[in-house]
């Protein structure tokens, strides 16, 4: 095996808030030119791990290197080839976007201010870059970040939830700009909530809940233990759709909010839909439900520990 | 359920990044730079301009001179007469104000705009932020106090004249002395100014709110003017921030004293760098977790 440059190397990382475990004994390994997504629903910790990356808070114990540096031998440092935002980014709203650009280049020192006109060519925000960022919309505000992070020339990308509060063109846009600028050869941490962005976008993925490592691994490793294909069904006669799946051993179908839902391999829910027009029973809807993958997502995020599949294995092998 | 990670075998750690990083240098340009486009401080400027010579005006076309202040009723009688009484006013709560707009601003708008995250993020310290920012302050600070003491000293003397000034003990001092001496009088006032920086700065890195950092160092002057009037605090007078306002006096007597002047720069340097002091430590310490 080659030896993988690290981006980013957490070693038992633990931020307490009182006595609530923010992160808890985290472990992350991002090799250097891959795409890695953090997820987890809200109050799983991903942020908090960001946040003790750039330094804004500080870790209770555990070890993390950036690109070679520690916050605690190098300081600030530490940022030095590293840029992203945090949550949604933030300007000051009386200024223009190009203002905003030009102070914080001057932060970066020089060569910076070079990069302005490219890094707003690149997200698209050319012609909107005189107005005062307070207009702005909030995938504006987003581009803008990213246009602030790239004056850096950053070596590792982080990106918080980047889709947060988009429009469906707006979160096209930006998952297009994600892929470009990974393309390109740049490390990207990314984190988010959502199961399709990180599918479609990383290569490896550490999956918190409520501050603890649930998955740790790739896409492809997580998409084979993924549960099979969800369905929800609308019936004539519910109780009695629900009674005959029973005859069927490879059949899981549960009533919930109103509708059915079938959980089988395709073939098997091809021949359930057709046994409720033999029996008489009315299909009115029939309509994939959630996605293997994020199917698998909210097991390991929502449910209880011992209702994940006993197929599931925690660790999955990166390398 | 128990989590292991797998971690990639033979992983190497990457060499540093080198990177030019501005330093503190550009983080004070990077502070000028947005005050300066703030329109706020530009009309607290504009205002430190014009507002000096409105009041001259006024009060010198006034047929009843405020005999109640100090200096007010020799306005009339000697254009070194009148920037004392501004000098005196302006001390109550002018100075206050004008330093808190944006000493009591400059931390907590950060919070305010959400931007600490977005400044942080950036390779720049949080010891140079603070000194950028503490810095711009004072210099706006002084940069008002010398704008309001030259608007108002050279409207006074186009307007009203330049007759000899009249001492606190009566003496008579002459028109060359006496601007020597209105000028050092205006300069005592950059002391407590600045001890009312610190404490603006303070306010505004403790409380992340700019109404708080603006208003509240105004009301703390109140409260010990207020204070300052009743007769038994003396000693405790001697270390209110308002008192070092008024050490200015002891320049106009015919046998100067300086003792009152010495103590008055010392309680504003106190003042100062305590209030610098628990800022900076605060700030360093602080989780960013908001803004």
Request: proline share 5%; aromatic share 6%.
């Amino acid at each position: 095996m080659s030896e993988t440059p690290l981006a980013v190397n957490a070693v038992d990382l633990t931020k307490r808030y009182g006595r609530l475990v923010a992160v808890n004994e985290l472990s992350m390994a991002v090799a250097e030119g891959e795409v890695y997504g953090v997820l987890g629903p809200n109050g799983a910790g991903k942020t908090t791990f960001l946040r003790m990356l750039f330094g804004l808070i500080r870790p209770d114990s555990g070890t993390l290197e950036v690109l070679g540096r520690t916050w605690k031998a190098d300081g600030p440092r530490a940022l030095d080839g590293v840029a992203g935002f945090i949550e949604s980014p933030k300007f000051y709203p009386y200024l223009s976007g190009r203002k905003n650009l030009e102070l914080l280049a001057g932060l970066d020192g020089a060569g910076a201010a070079s990069r302005i006109d490219s890094a707003i060519d690149l997200v698209d925000l050319t012609g909107r870059d005189g107005d005062k960022v307070g207009g702005y919309s909030f995938g504006m505000r987003q581009r803008l970040g990213v246009a602030a992070s790239l004056l850096r020339e950053p070596r590792l990308l982080v990106l918080d939830e980047p889709a947060n509060g988009l429009d469906p063109a707006g979160i096209r846009d930006m998952r297009a700009l994600v892929k470009r600028l990974a393309a390109s050869g740049l490390t990207v941490l990314l984190s988010s909530h959502n199961m399709d962005e990180v599918e479609e976008i990383c290569d490896n993925v550490t999956i918190m809940r409520t501050g603890d490592v649930v998955y740790h691994g790739t896409i492809d490793r997580l998409r084979e233990q993924a549960p099979q294909q969800a369905h929800r069904i609308t019936t004539s006669d519910d109780v009695a759709a629900l009674a005959l799946s029973r005859s069927s051993p490879h059949l899981q179908v549960i009533a919930r909010d109103g509708a059915l839902h079938a959980r089988a391999d395709q073939s098997v829910i091809d021949s359930y839909v057709a046994s409720l027009v033999t029996a008489g029973i009315a299909l009115r809807s029939l309509a994939l439900d959630e996605a293997p993958l994020e199917a698998l997502f909210f097991m390991l995020t929502e449910t209880s520990p011992d209702r994940v599949p006993s197929t599931y294995e925690p660790s999955g092998a990166v390398a | 359920m128990t989590t292991t990670i797998t971690t990639p075998a033979r992983h190497v750690v990457l060499r540093p990044s080198h990177q030019r990083r501005g330093g503190m240098g550009a983080a004070l340009q990077w502070e000028v730079r947005k005050l300066a486009s703030q329109a706020r401080t530009r009309y607290t400027l504009l205002i430190c301009l014009i507002a000096p010579i409105a009041i001259v005006a006024v009060i010198n076309s006034q047929q009843r001179p405020p005999k109640d202040n100090i200096y007010g009723r020799y306005v009339h009688e000697s254009g070194y007469a009148m920037p004392l009484l501004v000098l005196g006013f302006a001390a109550q709560w002018v100075f206050p104000l004008l330093t808190s707009i944006v000493a009591g601003d400059i931390f907590a708008s950060e919070d305010q705009h959400g931007t600490w995250k977005t400044i942080l993020t950036r390779s720049v310290s949080r010891s140079s932020i603070f000194w950028a920012k503490t810095l711009a302050s004072i210099g706006f600070a002084v940069l008002t106090l010398t704008v309001f003491a030259v608007s108002t000293i050279a409207s006074s003397l186009l307007i009203v004249g330049m007759q000899p000034l009249q001492g606190l003990g009566g003496q008579l001092i002459p028109p060359a002395t006496a601007l020597a001496l209105i000028t050092a009088s205006w300069a005592l006032a950059l002391a407590p100014l600045l001890g009312f920086t610190g404490l603006a700065i303070l306010l505004s890195v403790k409380s992340r709110n700019p109404s708080v950092g603006i208003v509240a160092p105004l009301i703390i002057g109140f409260v010990m003017q207020l204070a300052g009037s009743l007769g038994s605090v003396d000693l405790l007078r001697r270390f209110f921030l308002t008192t070092p306002f008024e050490s200015w006096h002891g320049l106009l007597v015919e046998h100067r004293f300086y003792g009152v002047i010495e103590q008055g720069l010392l309680v504003s340097v106190g003042w100062l760098v305590v209030c610098l002091a628990i800022a900076y430590t605060s700030l360093r310490r602080r989780d960013i977790t908001g803004g």
